[in-house]
């Protein structure tokens, strides 16, 4: 009795690991979603100064989430919205980032459950700018691309741990006070993020 208990919870564990394994080879028809929060590094700028002055920015945070498809084994499709806050010389930033872009996955046979990932997408980038005089700025609208690398370590079949390096580079925003131009803002930022993926499928 007891070798056939020990022959199913082993036979039931070699299942398990080998459906978790088999799921991560092929990302095609699935559909998950994504939680992730991080760490940012965005660009110096010469917002409010202008003469080629430098406003030095702070390291900041950025959070999120998205939505991930699989279109076939290797090529998923891909949305995220995410928001980044971050001080400067000169005031706060938050820069809300909504993402539209493409993975291509890489499937590993040595560990089948990684798979690390390889994406491009176009960006658009909707910033607010608090200065630390109190007065009011607004600031451009603007549209950029990134490219990003990361991987998913699948620990069940459905669920996946997550870490992201993201490049955005966009070209400089705009801020205006009542519809003037005072200086501008590099939207341009790296950023590194961990999370979790979730697949209904």
């Keep these: ?57 702070d ?7 998205g939505f991930l498809y699989g279109i076939d084994d290797n090529f998923a499709a891909e949305f995220d919205v995410t928001g980044s806050s971050f001080g400067s010389d000169t005031g ?45 700025r607004d600031v451009d609208t603007t549209v950029g691309v990134h490219a990003s690398g990361g991987a998913d370590y699948f620990i069940q079949e459905q669920l996946a741990l997550t870490a992201e390096v993201k490049l955005v580079a966009a070209p400089d925003a705009d801020i205006s006070v009542r519809g003037q131009r005072s200086g501008d803002f590099d939207p341009t930022s790296i950023s590194s993020t961990v999370g979790i ?5």
Excluded: H, W
């Design 92 to 136: 706060d930033f938050s820069v809300a980032n909504i993402s539209f872009g493409g993975q291509y996955r890489f499937t590993l046979a040595q560990i089948r459950k990684l798979v690390p990932y390889a994406g491009i997408g176009l960006d658009i980038l909707v910033t607010d700018y608090d200065p630390n005089d109190g007065t009011g």
């Design 197 to 201: 993926r979730y697949f209904f499928n």
């Design 59 to 65: 390291n900041g945070v950025i959070g999120g989430g």
């Design 1 to 57: 009795m007891k070798r056939l208990i020990t022959l199913a919870c082993l036979a039931t564990t070699v299942s398990l690991a080998s459906g978790t394994a088999a799921m991560a080879d092929s990302i095609k028809g699935r559909f998950g979603v994504t939680g992730k929060a991080g760490f940012v590094v965005p660009a110096d700028n010469d917002a409010e100064y202008g003469n080629n002055r430098t406003n030095r920015t």
